[in-house]
DNA sequence: AACAAGACCTGCATGC
DNA sequence: TGCATGCAGGTCTTGT
């Protein structure tokens, strides 16, 4: 499911239901996701009062008062959900780790895919986790700008499709956003990614910064697990210019779908990549 | 060192 | 209806 827009409209959803409560249940279903649940995970959380929800990358970042932080990752198909725990529902075979709060409220990770993880760090060492320590910046924050693009894209042969969905050049991104942002943009997703400088590096980081942003004010995008908390859907997809619109018009060029084709799709290191030839280049 | 391909899982849409 | 195929928002590991 989910990029970095998903996951923060999970954390800004989680934050009121979770921070400041004691978390008075903890129960991990299963031995493991695509890591392994650490054994001593419900007991190092339960008893625990929340002091924070942050997030880095992709990654959710519980932290306990006096205690761990819990990382967890959404994988392909993760979410995350709020509800009431009098009356609840039975957890289903794919509602994996269920926290609750002694105010009354159940958050329940469900991930069919099992793509996802649940592990703990220390607070003290938290930068240095191998899952954190070589992630770039954080596009939305001051660190990302042109400049620092330019430099982590220098010498990379690969084009810059891939290149921007290394976690390591930019933190965040997925296969939807750097399709839209590369549209923004004007940029073929094919250049070489050390060819994007200059007033295209400028272009792209304003791409980046501005989809990821309007996706976050629209509760993410919602193709098939994404849900909000609260179980609503996010409607970001609805402004997609390219992501799975193979042959709808290209909303750049207002040409005549008949004859161009309109918005194409290719395959790039295995993933798919949407894109209007005329108005990337 | 950088890169592409493969692997990990389940569910869903499609086509025969 | 049943079955096979292909595809999906990610990222770690493997091999070139």
């Known amino acids: 499911m989910p990029e970095l827009p998903e996951v923060e409209t999970v954390r800004l959803g989680l934050t009121p239901a979770l921070v400041g409560e004691r978390l008075s249940r903890v129960a991990a279903r299963r031995p493991a996701l695509r890591l392994p649940i650490p054994v001593d995970l419900v007991q190092r959380l339960t008893g625990k009062v929340v002091g924070g929800l942050d997030r880095r990358a992709k990654y959710l970042l519980l932290r306990m008062i ?10 392909m198909s993760g979410s995350m959900t709020v509800g009431p725990l ?4 039975e957890p289903g075979p794919h509602d994996h780790i269920l926290f609750e709060t ?9 991930d069919p895919r099992r793509f996802g993880l649940i592990t703990l760090a220390e607070p003290e060492t938290l930068d240095d986790h191998p899952l954190l320590a070589k992630l770039g910046p954080e596009p939305l924050s001051e660190a990302f700008d042109a400049e620092v693009l330019v430099r982590r894209l220098n010498g990379r042969q690969a084009s810059i499709k891939a290149a921007l969905l290394d976690q390591g050049v930019v933190a965040g991104l997925g296969n939807i956003y750097v399709s839209e942002a590369l549209f923004r943009a004007g940029i073929s997703p094919l250049r070489p990614a050390a060819s994007v400088t200059g007033a295209w590096a400028e272009a792209l980081v304003t791409a980046i910064r501005a989809v990821l942003g309007e996706a976050i004010a629209a509760g993410g995008s919602s193709l098939r697990d994404h849900r909000q908390t609260d179980g609503a859907l996010g409607y970001f ?11 709808l018009p290209c909303p750049g060029c207002d040409c005549d779908v008949a004859r161009t084709g309109g918005i194409e799709r290719m395959v790039q290191s295995g993933r798919s990549t949407f894109f209007c030839g005329r108005r990337q280049r």
């Open 86 to 89: 009098a009356g609840h529902a």
């Open 237 to 247: 997809q609805h402004s997609f210019a390219v992501y799975d619109r193979v042959g």
């Open 66 to 75: 006096d205690g761990p932080v819990a990382l967890i990752h959404l994988g």
């Open 102 to 110: 002694a105010a009354g409220l159940r958050v329940t990770f469900r």
